[in-house]
């Protein structure tokens, strides 16, 4: 019954479409459609965090509504987002500067002289950027799965969101539901996207969050009803962020080999104790990748854990690693294809705060199962 299939498949769609549709209406009405903060079931704040890394990305095309809503579902704490621009200023919710690998832009005839070259944090990179597009052209396009492994059924069918549908997803949801968005890649944006008020990137990325009443500090009243991380790779960005909004931030570390974009710092110098000590004043937390926390040695086994845990603890500041997912190819030798075995190693071996997961079902039934408050 593949007609069946694919109707149902499309009814998820437009339940998510009619989800978020006033949201886009030039800030009308920046409001929840439904309930109030004060009568949801509260953020979890008694295990460390479930945060859906684009959504429940496991199951469907990632940073799409469906992708989103299915997280909530599914109890994560947190959804994650991207957020990038296009070429007329709008903020969307996308990981990649260029649209190729998760949506069907390539079969788009009318964009096919779009394709370029240009370089995105020290390297060069080709695709179609998605700064060459408008929000409306980018809303012809539809999702599909980064990798050939997870369910490909959905391919073809989400749209691309703007970051305004996204926190009105958080917002419609019907217990509190925290948003996690990053600054992606702000020093590539701020090149290739201008503002017409002569406002940044920064600038916009938080005016959106401040539109939806969005402030306050970490675990303050304010904060616990409509909670929120800022999260970049790029400290500089961070620091100017601090200047707009007392909202908690999270600084990104990325790969051993990856040197930050805006400051081209190397990981062992963001990671000294001086560079955390001037951090803390800026962010509450560290969100790195995990394989720079407890890396593997060449036979995919687990190697000695860094300090950079203990480091960050010893100054206040949560530990938020990415990127954890349940297939097999993603699991270290030591685990023996069990991710439960996984979340077992990080949150009571490790002690993290929070863990980025493409299966926010799967962290959530783990933690059910191992704590004795559940929710």
Known sequence: MEWKDSLLRRGIVVAAALLVLGCACG????????????????????????IAHRGSNGELPEETAVAYMRAIEEGADFIEADIAATKDGHLVCFHDMTLDDTTDVADHKEFAGRRRTLEVQWANVTGFFITDFTLAELKTLRAKQRWSFREQSHNGISPIITFDEFINIALNAKRVVGIYPEMKSPVFVNQHVKWADG??????????????????????????????????????SLIYAAGLTDLPKVFLIDDVTVRTEDTNQSYDEITSDEYLDYMKDYVVGIGPWKDT??????????????????????RGLQVHPYTYRNENRFLHYNFRQDPYAEYDYWLNNVGVDGLFTDFPASLRRFQEWTTKTRY
């Open 27 to 50: 800030g009308a009405t920046a409001r929840p459609l439904v309930g109030a903060a004060g009568a949801k079931q509260p953020l979890q704040t008694s295990r460390p965090f479930n």
């Open 199 to 236: 406002k940044k990137y920064e600038d916009k990325f938080i005016a959106t969050l401040k539109k939806y009443g969005y402030g306050g500090k970490y675990m303050t009243k304010p904060w616990l009803e409509k909670p929120v991380f800022i999260q970049s790779f790029a400290p500089t």
């Open 293 to 314: 926390v407890v890396p593997p040695t060449k036979g995919n086994r687990l190697a000695t854990p860094t300090d950079l845990v203990a480091m960050a603890h010893a």
